[in-house]
């Protein structure tokens, strides 16, 4: 079961940008509920420092993977990267087999 944690004083997005979050955290959840065997799912949003900044994170407890192995399918890339990239933003994605995986992403 997800859980869903947002700062009071997380920044409004525009609507490009919030449309961009919103199929980027969807396709993190997906793919944790389909392939991590996560009993744990977390959503966190808050500002960062940088003025109307977003930071969210969507972390798993699941089986993990090897952030460094070749991938069959587009799922991350397409999904997630490029969405945020697209509107500007950054994407980090923390996993090692064994630890769970958190998809984090920065967006303005």
Aim: proline share 6%; glycine share 12%.
């Amino acid at each position: 079961i997800p859980q869903l944690v947002v700062a009071d004083d997380a920044p409004s997005l525009d609507g490009p940008v919030a449309a961009a979050v919103a199929g980027a955290v969807g396709e993190a959840l997906a793919n944790a509920a389909k392939h991590s065997g996560a009993d744990r799912i977390v959503v966190f949003a808050e500002p960062t420092d940088v003025e109307g900044e977003l930071f969210c994170s969507v972390r798993d407890n699941g089986a993990g993977f090897d952030v460094g192995a070749p991938r069959q399918g587009v799922g991350l890339r397409r999904s997630i990267h490029d969405r945020i990239t697209e509107v500007g933003g950054r994407v980090q994605i923390d996993s090692r087999p064994g630890r769970g995986t958190e998809v984090r992403l920065w967006v303005r």
